[in-house]
Every structure is written in structure tokens, then in C-alpha cells.
């Protein structure tokens, strides 16, 4: 994937993510990491990074394997972010990676939507680990997913 055109997307379409220092770090077909540094635009009143960067940061992990396998399936796919819950396990300091490695279900989900041509939920989750490898927060979306009629 092209960084710089990841970056412009997010100036583009998802600002407050660009501005917040969401930035990719790694995505293939199993796995996406975005790191986010805590910084003056991110952080809380006290000294941590505010749960919405963090959650953005997490959704785009989530999302941006979705929408790739949308593109490389060819068919016009609506997503839904319909829900999603978060889990706080230490204050978020520094750089922060959020990992989603659920490449294996999204592809069975996707099998599922093409075949069946009905629309299909799925639960992925995305952890957010810092430079001392704790897991500072976990956040679990679920997508709801549709074919678009033509």
C-alpha cells in the first residue's frame, strides 16, 4: 500500500484521524497495524491519550481491511459500523499500535456475502499495545456488511 496515498485519504476523509497522528504502519490480507503517538492534538487533561484517538486509531484497522477486501472482491459492498465496545487496561502514553489480525474471518465473511447475496454481520476486534508490549486498551467493532444492488 502506498503510504502517501493512505495519508492524503485520511487528510482528505477522515481528518480528525489525520490530525490526531493515526498513521499506518503494516496491512496485508491478515493483518493491519496503525500506530498513534500520544500528541498535544490527542491528549486528555490528564496526561494520557483521549479514548476517541484511540478508538479511531482502532476502527481504522478494522475498516481499512474491510474496504481492502471489498476492492479486490469487485462487487459494490455497503459497510455499517453498527456497534463496538471498548476495554481500558492502562493509561495510553507514548506510541500506541492497534493491531487487527482477523484477515482469516473477514475473508469467510466475505465468501458468505457473495454467495448467499445476503447481508452479513461481523465482530473484529483491534488491541492496542505500547512500546512496552501492555495492552493498553481493546476495542471490538461489528460491521454490518450489504451488496449493493445495481
Same mark, same amino acid.
Given at each position: 500500500?502506498?503510504?502517501?496515498?493512505?495519508?492524503?485519504?485520511?487528510?482528505?476523509?477522515?481528518?480528525?484521524?489525520?490530525?490526531?497522528?493515526?498513521?499506518?504502519?503494516?496491512?496485508?490480507?491478515?493483518?493491519?497495524?496503525?500506530?498513534?503517538?500520544?500528541?498535544?492534538?490527542?491528549?486528555?487533561?490528564?496526561?494520557?491519550?483521549?479514548?476517541?484517538?484511540?478508538?479511531?486509531?482502532?476502527?481504522?484497522?478494522?475498516?481499512?481491511?474491510?474496504?481492502?477486501?471489498?476492492?479486490?472482491?469487485?462487487?459494490?459492498?455497503?459497510?455499517?459500523?453498527?456497534?463496538?465496545?471498548?476495554?481500558?487496561?492502562?493509561?495510553? &502514553? $507514548?506510541?500506541?499500535?492497534? =493491531?487487527?489480525?482477523?484477515?482469516?474471518? %473477514?475473508? *469467510?465473511?466475505?465468501? @458468505?456475502?457473495?454467495?448467499?447475496?445476503?447481508?452479513?454481520?461481523?465482530?473484529?476486534?483491534? &488491541? $492496542?499495545?505500547?512500546?512496552? =508490549?501492555?495492552?493498553?486498551?481493546?476495542? %471490538?467493532? *461489528?460491521?454490518?456488511? @450489504?451488496?449493493?444492488?445495481?
Amino acid at each position: 500500500m502506498n503510504f502517501l496515498k493512505y495519508n492524503l485519504f485520511l487528510l482528505k476523509k477522515l481528518p480528525s484521524a489525520y490530525f490526531c497522528g493515526a498513521r499506518i504502519k503494516h496491512i496485508d490480507s491478515n493483518q493491519c497495524e496503525i500506530k498513534i503517538a500520544l500528541n498535544w492534538f490527542n491528549k486528555n487533561p490528564y496526561k494520557s491519550m483521549f479514548w476517541a484517538a484511540q478508538g479511531m486509531a482502532a476502527e481504522l484497522t478494522t475498516a481499512l481491511m474491510i474496504t481492502d477486501k471489498i476492492k479486490k472482491s469487485g462487487y459494490d459492498v455497503s459497510m455499517l459500523l453498527i456497534s463496538n465496545n471498548a476495554n481500558y487496561y492502562k493509561k495510553a &502514553t $507514548g506510541l500506541i499500535v492497534f =493491531n487487527c489480525n482477523e484477515g482469516a474471518e %473477514i475473508d *469467510e465473511m466475505m465468501n @458468505k456475502l457473495i454467495s448467499s447475496n445476503t447481508s452479513q454481520t461481523i465482530t473484529l476486534s483491534s &488491541t $492496542g499495545i505500547n512500546q512496552n =508490549n501492555i495492552t493498553v486498551s481493546k476495542f %471490538i467493532f *461489528e460491521w454490518s456488511l @450489504k451488496i449493493r444492488e445495481k
